[in-house]
């Protein structure tokens, strides 16, 4: 257990719609990242937030937005969602900026149909 | 980011040790890990030099870096049927900027 909490685990949605994945990063952690996994590109960046500011961007689409709230969770939001969005969505966390040790967890499986 | 590469498959027997071999490609990059995922699992946090080392070990697992050549290699030890799994290689790119930068990892398969 990484003690990085992801909800939900799975979901399906239709295109067009609009889904919010959700991250509690682990006890102390200020930096959350999000990464999206898929077969063909494998994992990518998308985003990355400290103490509740955005710190660094990856392949993010503008469809996609994420905050960090002031207890440090965070959310990952998908809209318009297309069929080429189905993948896993990672959450990450570590203590820094530049942490050393960055934590993923469980991931968010979804499926746009 | 730039790309980091691995091979895609690995085939040892139980007992043997497994070399996983990554090729980065930013010479700034201050960490570089090895991360192992199974099935329905997230990455998991293996193991992780900083770029002034040569050398880690922790347990059955050694890392070895060349910071000339920008290579980066995982042994295992002793590989066991409860290694088998994906191995991704990561380089913190740009000082953090950039976020992890992954290979498209390494399928180890262990024979018995």
């Known amino acids: 257990d990484s003690g990085v909490t992801q909800t939900p685990k799975h979901l399906i949605t239709a295109t067009g719609q609009r889904v919010t994945l959700r991250c509690s990063p682990r006890s102390g952690d200020l930096s959350v990242y999000w990464y999206q996994q898929s077969l063909d590109q494998g994992l990518q960046f998308l985003i990355q937030y400290y103490n509740g500011e955005e710190r660094a961007k990856g392949n993010i689409l503008e469809r996609f937005s994420a905050q960090q709230f002031p207890d440090l969770h965070s959310e990952l939001n998908l809209s318009s969602l297309e069929l080429g969005d189905s993948a896993l969505y990672f959450c990450a966390s570590s203590s820094g900026t530049s942490g050393n040790t960055i934590y993923f967890g469980e991931g968010s499986w979804l499926t746009v149909v | 980011g730039e790309d980091v590469e691995q091979s895609l498959f690995l085939s040892v027997r139980e007992g043997d040790s497994s070399v996983i071999n990554c090729t980065y490609t930013?010479?700034?990059?201050?960490?570089l890990y090895w991360y192992k995922q199974e099935p329905g699992a997230g990455p998991q946090l293996l193991t992780y030099i900083f770029s002034n080392m040569d050398m880690k070990q922790d347990q059955r697992l050694t890392v070895l870096l060349n910071k000339k050549d920008k290579h980066l290699s995982l042994r295992i030890a002793d590989t066991q049927t409860g290694d088998s799994a994906i191995y991704f290689c990561a380089e913190l790119q740009g000082g953090g900027a950039d976020g992890l930068t992954f290979g498209k990892g390494t399928h180890l398969i262990i024979q018995p």
């Open positions: 930013d010479s700034s990059s201050t960490y």
